[in-house]
């Protein structure tokens, strides 16, 4: 089966780092993407990685391992407006879009 | 401002009624899908379409049907809904179709109730 793996829910600091993981088993692979998505709206592009390493953009960045089927995101200087549910996407072989369920992070002040 | 439309915002429908679910986008987006959103589960996809004119079964398309008459618009009918469609429904679009690395718009989401 194809399966993305996140944790469920985070809790964080406002003003502080936080990563949240993602790992997948798919049948191969094209990309990986992050999508950001507050509560009741729809989501949101944040990143895509298709090779390995760290992509940054601003206060987030996203890392990419293939051999590993990991990738994370990584959001510094925690904002109260980063408070969001994080979905971790993966393109497997056929170009179908597999998603995780999702990471719920609460920033607290 | 330019994106995807969805009507209506919210719905609460009786089993066994018909019910279309409307997605407008003006951005001239080739591709178009439909997906539902579950606790607890990953974005599935119901049916998408690659261009007007053709359109395809995602993973959970069974109750759903779509039509693409034209590029803007990509309407979802639930022929005759059922306890397990309450969901809230997101259609979404990419410039093109499944060739690579996607970057999908959605709209803002239709909750949809059956009692």
């Known amino acids: 089966g194809q399966n993305i793996d996140q944790p469920t829910e985070m809790t964080a600091t406002e003003g502080a780092i936080v990563q949240i993981n993602c790992t997948y088993q798919?049948?191969?692979?094209?990309?990986l993407f992050w999508y950001q998505q507050h509560a009741g709206e729809a989501p949101t592009f944040l990143s895509y990685?298709?090779l390995d390493g760290l992509e940054e953009k601003g206060r987030f960045s996203s890392f990419l391992s293939r051999s590993k089927g990991y990738s994370y995101l990584l959001l510094k200087e925690l904002q109260m407006k980063d408070s969001a549910s994080y979905l971790c996407?993966?393109?497997?072989?056929?170009?179908?879009?597999?998603w995780g369920a999702g990471t719920k992070l609460i920033i607290k002040p | 401002i330019a994106g995807i439309t969805q009507a209506p915002t919210s719905q609460i429908l009786a089993a066994g009624r018909r019910m279309t679910l409307r997605c407008t986008q003006d951005?001239?987006?080739?591709?178009m899908y439909w997906y539902r959103q579950d606790l607890g589960l990953g974005l599935r996809l119901i049916h998408y379409?690659?261009?007007?004119?053709?359109?395809g079964k995602g993973e959970v398309p069974d109750g759903y049907s779509v039509s693409r008459a034209n590029t803007d618009d990509f309407p979802l009918t639930l022929a005759s809904a059922v306890p397990s469609q309450t969901s809230v429904y997101f259609c979404?679009?990419?410039?093109?179709?499944?060739?690579?690395?996607?970057?999908?718009?959605f709209g803002a989401g239709s909750r949809l109730t059956v009692l």
């Open positions: 979404a679009s990419s410039e093109q179709g499944a060739s690579g690395a996607n970057v999908l718009t």
């Open positions: 951005m001239r987006h080739n591709a």
């Open positions: 379409s690659n261009t007007a004119g053709t359109t």
């Open positions: 798919t049948s191969g692979f094209n990309g």
């Open positions: 990685n298709v």
């Open positions: 996407a993966v393109i497997n072989s056929n170009y179908q879009l597999i």
